[in-house]
């Protein structure tokens, strides 16, 4: 018998049953198995065990898939209203551990009260978080404005002529920084 999944061996078990029976009709004819001798009937029975064994198997882990599928579908449902009932519990008994110990919902940790040294070090804590993140309220963001500093530069068109005398530019409203240069013409 070569080594193969059990299901594949209980499949070739099943054929050498079959095979027996069909060879050896007289299942009274004594072979040895290790120390012992059995009847051909005694080593089919033992081998139909085999099978039988893995049958059993097969089928409870195939009830066992559906019965995890059937856990899944309905665990998110129940579970609410497992935590529903939970907090019925909680609101009708408050955090009385006798009372609560009967339905085994454990009663809820009381909060020990921050120190002054412990609030003012995390409000210290809070502050310099802030400012490293340079994080703000609403109303602080909304007091900045941006703040462009531009220079308007004109460069003066070239003449067509030497004769000709240079045109002034057109009065332009200065955006900050220095105020523009008077225009000068040549005569």
Do not use: C, W, Y
């Not at 497992?82 to 339905?103: E, K, P, Q, S």
């Not at 919902?105 to 909060?111: F, N």
Request: net charge positive; charged share 15%; no cysteine.
């Amino acid at each position: 018998m070569t080594t193969k999944g059990k299901t594949a061996q209980a499949a070739q078990v099943t054929n050498m049953i079959a095979g027996a029976k069909k060879r050896f009709t007289n299942g009274s004819q004594q072979l040895p198995v290790g120390s012992a001798m059995m009847t051909v009937d005694q080593v089919t029975a033992k081998m139909q065990t085999f099978v039988d064994n893995r049958d059993a198997v097969e089928t409870a882990q195939a009830a066992a898939t559906v019965k995890v599928a059937a856990e899944q579908e309905q665990a998110p449902a129940l579970l609410v209203i497992i935590a529903a009932f939970v907090a019925f519990v909680r609101f009708t008994f408050g955090n009385a551990a006798d009372a609560l110990g009967d339905f085994d919902i454990p009663p809820l940790k009381v909060r020990t009260p921050m120190t002054a040294e412990a609030k003012a070090i995390a409000a210290a804590k809070a502050t310099a978080t802030r400012q490293a993140r340079g994080t703000t309220s609403k109303k602080a963001k909304k007091s900045v404005k941006g703040n462009v500093t531009a220079q308007l530069v004109v460069t003066p068109a070239t003449p067509a002529s030497p004769q000709a005398p240079v045109a002034a530019p057109a009065a332009t409203a200065p955006t900050g920084g220095t105020p523009p240069a008077t225009p000068t013409t040549h005569s």
